[in-house]
Nanobody, 118 residues
Framework: QVQLVESGGGLMQAGGSLRLSCQAS????????MGWYRQAPGKRRELVAI???????QYADSVRGRFTISRENGKNTVYLEMNSLKAEDTAVYYC????????????WGQGTQVTVSS
């Protein structure tokens, strides 16, 4: 089992920055990718960014150039640096991990709220 705990959400004005953290614990040896999804009210959960065990990253078009995903292996932590925030970035952000391969994220955190005021 893998446990994921997010932190760093909050309220920010448009144009500001926030950094989310995701601390992973448990059976981490099979994790081959971690990432962030988000879900806004009334909308489907959507991919924000992922980072593989090789360091390859992928971003949603809506955040590319503004958000950066990174990891700190020694701390089993993944970060999402969010800059130039927009009102449409308001959502609950979920950390996730994939131990099966192929992008089938099978572990999820509880989520952290990010609210951007315009």
């Amino acid at each position: 089992q893998v446990q994921l705990v997010e932190s760093g959400g909050g309220l920010m004005q448009a144009g500001g920055s926030l950094r989310l953290s995701c601390q992973a614990s448990g059976s981490l040896s099979r994790i081959n990718a971690m990432g962030w999804y988000r879900q806004a009210p009334g909308k489907r959960r959507e991919l924000v960014a992922i980072i593989t065990i090789l360091g390859t990253t992928q971003y949603a078009d809506s955040v590319r150039g503004r958000f950066t995903i990174s990891r700190e292996n020694g701390k089993n932590t993944v970060y999402l640096e969010m800059n130039s925030l927009k009102a449409e970035d308001t959502a609950v952000y979920y950390c996730c991990a994939d131990s099966r391969g192929g992008g089938a994220y099978n572990y999820w955190g509880q989520g952290t709220q990010v609210t951007v005021s315009s």
